[in-house]
Nanobody
Framework: QVHVVESGGGLVQAGDSLRLSCSAS????????VGWFRQTPGKEREFVGG????????NYADAVRGRFTISRDNTKGMVYLQKNSLNPADTAVYYC???????????????????WGQGTQVAVSS
């Protein structure tokens, strides 16, 4: 059974940095694609960024490009979302989504991912 876990959320002030972590266990290896999504009440879950399992290709939403960086350490089975220059608009529940499918391009739709974590709350005060 696949188990996805995010960690690292919290309450920070505008301009601060925060790093979220994601790991998946129970699947066929550590080279899984990871997408980070976020959701606020009343809105649909939106793609923040992602990294492919093979090759480590990344893609980011326009709203976070240049501020957020995704990296991975396959030896540890960890994927990280480094968030810099946070602002109140970044307040949301952040989800890590995982897929082992071989892909040509970075999956950016929620339905392209098979397994999800429980989410971690990030709140940015002004």
């Amino acid at each position: 059974q696949v188990h996805v876990v995010e960690s690292g959320g919290g309450l920070v002030q505008a301009g601060d940095s925060l790093r979220l972590s994601c790991s998946a266990s129970g699947g066929p290896g550590r080279t899984y694609n990871v997408g980070w999504f976020r959701q606020t009440p009343g809105k649909e879950r939106e793609f923040v960024g992602g990294i492919t399992g093979y090759g480590g290709r990344t893609n980011y939403a326009d709203a976070v490009r240049g501020r957020f960086t995704i990296s991975r350490d396959n030896t540890k089975g960890m994927v990280y979302l480094q968030k810099n220059s946070l602002n109140p608009a970044d307040t949301a529940v952040y989800y890590c989504a995982v897929s082992w499918k071989l892909v040509v391009s970075m999956p950016i739709l929620a339905n392209e991912y098979e397994y999800w974590g429980q989410g971690t709350q990030v709140a940015v005060s002004s």
